[in-house]
């Protein structure tokens, strides 16, 4: 069986040869800030923080952009907190007593049920990029804390070489954006949250500046035609 190397909630390949240590690979600046988005959503998705990232989270440094401003409200929140009192808020958002307030998967948001036909397709994907879900992991891996989790693999290349940015879109496009939004909205106002408020402002603003940012790069992509081609003026 091939080694692997655990990333959070899924297992990444070690691969073989000379270039096992994937981390060495040098990720531009403004991916790393993407990535680094993607991780913390993971993070406070996959399970309440603890003291630690609390304190990290109050001590941010933050700028005025619109997601600048959702942050400051995650670290006023922050800074108010406690792990014991996240606990029991992470419970009633996502595990419940009978009924979670949110389920935050893509098969139940797409189909109204867990298990199908979204989970099939992204586990196909996962085989195709080599990445393999951890075997202390009890959720489907279309939980939303998993899926960003995988974008942050395919960015800073966790799994291999990071992923293109086409590949990184076919990815999203794929498993994130036909049901993400619509889970940060919904934990933006579910009646349960209060720190995780914020978070549900994150994931949307930054959802959407994905979006943007992916068909901004796409359609200079096409403005430039196919390599050697002239170019239309």
């Known amino acids: 069986m091939a080694e692997s190397r655990k990333k959070r909630g899924v297992n990444v390949p070690a691969g073989n040869g000379e ?4 981390t060495v690979t040098e990720v531009a600046a403004e991916d790393m800030l993407r990535a680094n988005t993607y991780a913390l959503l993971a993070a406070l998705l996959r399970g309440p923080p603890d003291a630690a990232t609390l304190t990290g989270l109050a001590e941010s440094r933050l700028d005025d952009s619109e997601m600048g401003q959702a942050m400051a409200a995650l670290a006023a929140v922050a800074r108010k907190s406690t792990p014991e009192s996240l606990k029991d ?3 009633d958002l996502f595990i419940g007593v009978g009924e979670a307030e949110l389920t935050p998967y893509a098969s139940y948001y797409l189909t109204g049920f867990v298990y199908e036909k ?4 992204l586990r196909i994907a996962m085989s195709e990029l080599g990445i393999v879900k ?7 891996e279309d939980h939303i804390a998993a899926l960003c989790e995988m974008m942050y693999g395919l960015i800073t290349g966790a799994f291999g070489e990071p992923a293109d940015l086409a590949s990184q879109q076919a990815f999203f496009d794929a498993h994130m954006a036909p049901w993400a939004e619509r889970f940060f909205e919904d934990l933006e106002e579910a009646d349960s949250a209060n720190f995780y408020k914020p978070v549900g402002t994150i994931g949307k603003l930054f959802g959407r500046i994905e979006t943007q940012a992916f068909e901004m790069a796409r359609d200079q992509l096409l403005s430039q035609g196919p390599a050697g081609a ?3 003026h």
């Open 230 to 232: 002239p170019k239309l």
């Open 89 to 91: 808020e992470y419970h």
């Open 118 to 121: 979204p989970l099939a397709k």
């Open 134 to 140: 951890t075997d202390d992991v009890s959720e489907p």
């Open 19 to 22: 270039n096992q240590d994937h």
